[in-house]
């Protein structure tokens, strides 16, 4: 059974106004770290590909 989700804390002074401005200025990723999120990507669900002979066919 699944637990209960805990409240979110609300931030307020300093904390909120430095949690703003990370928000409005987002580093854009570079071109190399994209592509190593890609192969990563790729690497993982090679991982989990099923082949033909373990589905099951479910009516």
């Not at 401005?21 to 770290?33: F, I, Q, T």
Request: charged residues 45%.
């Amino acid at each position: 059974m699944a637990r209960p989700i805990k409240e979110t804390p609300i931030l307020y002074g300093e904390e909120a106004r430095k949690f703003e401005l990370r928000a409005k200025h987002v580093r854009p990723y570079s071109d190399v770290e994209i592509e190593e999120i890609k192969r990563s990507y790729e690497f993982i669900q090679s991982r989990f590909k099923r082949h033909k002979r373990d589905e099951k066919v479910i009516n």
